[in-house]
């Protein structure tokens, strides 16, 4: 095992060193400051000393983000706010870049020493242990966030070779690619043409984009996930569900437990609950805890104020569905005919916010994202919309009805396994290979390394 | 368990490695520029008097067989000055009797960006010319060219090896001698037909930042060749009115801006300005609005040959 994990250990840092070997003294840092934290915690008594490591640890993560994520953000809206020049203040911008998975494995870290100091887990006190859990490299640069009670101890097991999980790996890290390099990739072209000049566009092709821009992210981001989840499997590790096809949601609220479903929760664990744990749990404080952590998750996403809206649009959309009123005695919200009414009109409804709220995503600033709405709700005809379709977005559909018949299974492949022998599964195989190599759109970087 | 996993994933991914290593084999069999332009450098390169560089108006417009002097015609679709620049920095050392070397310069050459580090030639020039346009070490997969656009290759692949009535026909010196097949030919090259066609490949993005890049290297290029002495002469591909007319006024002011200082500060650079030519140049010497087929290409080259031979004799 502790072979395994050497092995797992230096495979992490290559990978991450390929990117820049200078922030593997970052990662390197982090780690061992929560690996000390988690001990000193666990071994104090007096509830200060406790506490100093707990905020050690937090003070040294979020500090970390905020000066590669967030410091020339806070300094650009602080000198704005006050119309500064930079000769009138000390603190200037910083030329740095923002080393790729910062605000993945920070937050997982940061949980970690949390859930010890909550007791709910006990701290590792195996160094390479604690290395690898937080460099793990399938799931380092984009997720998912994983917890240390869910992956801590499996780096204190030996894996056993499992043919079937193996398998698996494999068939899921296709389909990522597929999802990334045909339907991301590919969409990633009429999206980029339409929001290049959104001054030339009609609301119709508007309107087009910012679905495709959803479809895009969506299967860059899962795509992503996809493949980290399946080359874990191969080395014997189970990492958590991120995406649980989000677009059949039914309320905004439902959209977050499908969506980025590890971030979710961890908001959920670590800010939500306990602002909305605070008082009497009525609807305002849960309201507020709510805008305080869509805000963050917003936040999370990049140094922008479009992600910052984007955030608070979700907050806004999940608070107006909860509203607590009263039909003939009975107390019911918005979210009680959600879930009631037939799927297809759930789904277009949620559908329609999700994806307005993703012009804040896509666009490059608020300005431009007011303007795109503006166009889109003004009708403008779109003239040259057959120009801006892009034959290759209509995978989208393919997609949509692979997912919807399989939405029982972790992903469209485990419905072969079940229903054709392996002749006609290698074929299947073979010819989405096929597809990946022939029809695979420009090369894009994920969108979620920049987070 | 373990070797049966082993045992089927050698079995599931050999014929997808024999499939590649067959297409990549394929697609480098097929004649094109970079094939007939390698041949030429390992058998003349020390003859040459001329290299050509550019995108594919210089590709398409100029035949060096119809040229007096021994001329390599390195121009190729979508190719920019930094790549330009990079093939005369690796090149020239080896061509040893280089006397001229012809750039392009377009209506918008100096607000395009250049080719970035993926541009899907970049195996094509390493694997035909041995140069490095990926500016750090190379591996194994660079030169891997069926990889970089599996789409455009697959077709080329099926295009010569299992369709009969191929498009082009390369001569010795890179040059597509049945170059006619397009829209201008489609219509029949009705002039009317064809003003009617709206959708034009031409950029009328103003780019200041790209201008002042694109510039700045046109001059370290112009610097270059002339610290080693190499006469230059900078073409304006003829173009059909359909383009000119669409052009963007500030851009093409730009442009002329730049090529009026570099006249006065270089002695020896001639412009060979054919850009607006409609009295040499008519409707049926182009295969777009953009690009001159194989007639319109022997009269550009002719031209050129003459400004050629003036500089050089």
């Not at chain 1, 930079?86 to 870290?109: C, E, H, K, N, W």
């Not at chain 1, 003939?328 to 559908?351: D, H, Q, T």
């Amino acid at each position: 095992m502790k072979l395994q994990n050497v092995l797992l250990l230096l495979a992490s840092y290559f990978f991450y060193g390929l990117w820049d070997w200078r922030f593997l003294f970052l990662i390197l840092a982090s780690s061992l400051i929560d690996y000390i934290a988690g001990i000193e915690i666990s071994k104090s008594k007096s509830s200060t000393r406790r506490k100093l490591f707990l905020y050690v640890s937090i003070l040294w993560n979020l500090g970390v983000l905020f000066v590669f994520k967030y410091y020339n953000f806070f300094i650009d809206e602080f000198s704005a706010l006050f119309n500064l020049e930079a000769s009138d203040y000390t603190f200037s911008s910083l030329q740095i870049i923002l080393p790729v998975g910062l605000s993945f494995y920070t937050f997982q870290t940061m949980s970690y020493t949390i859930d010890v100091y909550r007791k709910h887990i006990k701290p590792s006190h195996n160094l390479l242990n604690f290395l690898c859990f937080v460099s793990f490299f399938p799931q380092l640069v984009a997720g998912p966030i994983e917890r240390a009670r869910r992956l801590l101890p499996q780096f204190s097991k030996e894996r056993k070779f499992n043919i079937s999980e193996s398998k698996d790996g494999l068939r899921l890290i296709l389909w990522g690619l597929f999802k990334k390099m045909i339907v991301a990739d590919n969409v990633a072209i009429a999206v980029n043409a339409i929001y290049m000049s959104p001054e030339d566009q009609g609301s119709l092709s508007l309107f087009y984009a910012s679905v495709l821009f959803f479809f895009q992210i969506y299967c860059d981001f899962s795509g992503y996930s996809d493949i980290a989840i399946g080359s874990a499997k191969l080395f014997g590790f189970k990492l958590s569900k991120n995406f649980n096809i989000p677009y059949l949601s039914r309320s905004t609220a439902e959209f977050w437990q499908r969506w980025h479903i590890t971030l979710t929760k961890w908001f959920a664990d670590y800010v939500y609950g306990p602002l909305a744990k605070k008082g009497n749990r009525g609807y305002l404080i849960k309201t507020f805890a709510l805008f305080v952590s869509m805000g963050l998750i917003g936040l999370w996403h990049g140094a922008n104020w479009t992600f910052i809206v984007f955030g608070i649009y979700q907050a806004v959309a999940i608070s107006i569905e909860r509203i607590p009123f009263k039909i003939k005695g009975k107390s019911v919200s918005i979210n009680y005919y959600l879930s009631r009414m037939p799927l297809a009109f759930a789904v277009i409804y949620s559908f329609i916010l999700i994806t307005t709220s993703c012009i804040f995503f896509r666009a490059e600033t608020l300005e431009s994202s007011f303007y795109i709405i503006k166009k889109i709700v003004s009708f403008v005809p779109s003239e040259n919309f057959s120009l801006v379709i892009g034959l290759k977005s209509l995978v989208i559909p393919f997609l949509v009805i692979l997912e919807y018949f399989s939405r029982n299974k972790n992903h469209p492949f485990e419905f072969f396994e079940k229903k054709f022998s392996t002749p006609i599964r290698w074929l299947v195989y073979y010819i989405f290979i096929f597809i990946l190599i022939r029809y695979a759109g420009p090369t894009e970087q994920f969108i979620y390394f920049q987070f | 368990m373990q070797n049966n996993f082993i045992k089927y994933c050698f079995l599931f991914f050999t014929p997808l490695i024999i499939g590649y290593a067959l297409l990549e084999y394929l697609t480098l069999e097929i004649p094109s520029s970079f094939k007939a332009n390698k041949t030429a450098i390992n058998l003349k390169q020390e003859k040459f008097e001329t290299l050509i560089l550019g995108s594919s108006q210089m590709m398409v417009g100029i035949n060096a067989e119809w040229i007096d002097s021994p001329t390599l015609n390195l121009a190729t679709g979508s190719q920019h000055h930094n790549t330009d620049f990079k093939l005369i920095k690796s090149l020239s050392p080896k061509f040893k009797n280089l006397k001229t070397v012809v750039l392009e310069v377009s209506y918008s050459h100096f607000e395009l960006p250049h080719n970035g580090m993926k541009f899907w030639k970049n195996p094509l020039y390493l694997k035909f010319y041995n140069v490095n346009m990926y500016e750090r070490q190379t591996y194994f997969k660079d030169k891997l060219v069926f990889l970089k656009n599996p789409s455009l290759f697959l077709n080329d692949v099926y295009d010569y090896y299992f369709k009969n009535n191929l498009s082009y026909s390369i001569n010795d010196y890179g040059f597509n001698t049945i170059n006619y097949n397009d829209y201008f030919k489609e219509l029949n090259y009705n002039e009317n037909e064809i003003s009617q066609i709206t959708k034009l490949d031409i950029n009328t993005k103003e780019n200041l930042d790209l201008f002042n890049n694109n510039t700045k290297l046109f001059f370290e290029i112009l610097d270059y060749l002339e610290d080693k002495k190499i006469h230059i002469i900078i073409c304006k591909v003829p173009m059909y009115k359909t383009f000119l007319n669409q052009r963007n006024e500030n851009i093409l002011k730009r442009r002329d801006s730049i090529l009026n200082v570099v006249l006065k500060k270089y002695k020896g650079v001639e412009i060979l300005d054919l850009e607006e030519d409609t009295i040499n140049f008519k409707v049926t010497d182009y295969k777009n609005d953009s690009h001159l087929n194989p007639d319109g290409a022997k009269i550009f080259t002719q031209k050129l040959n003459e400004v050629i031979n003036n500089i050089n004799y």
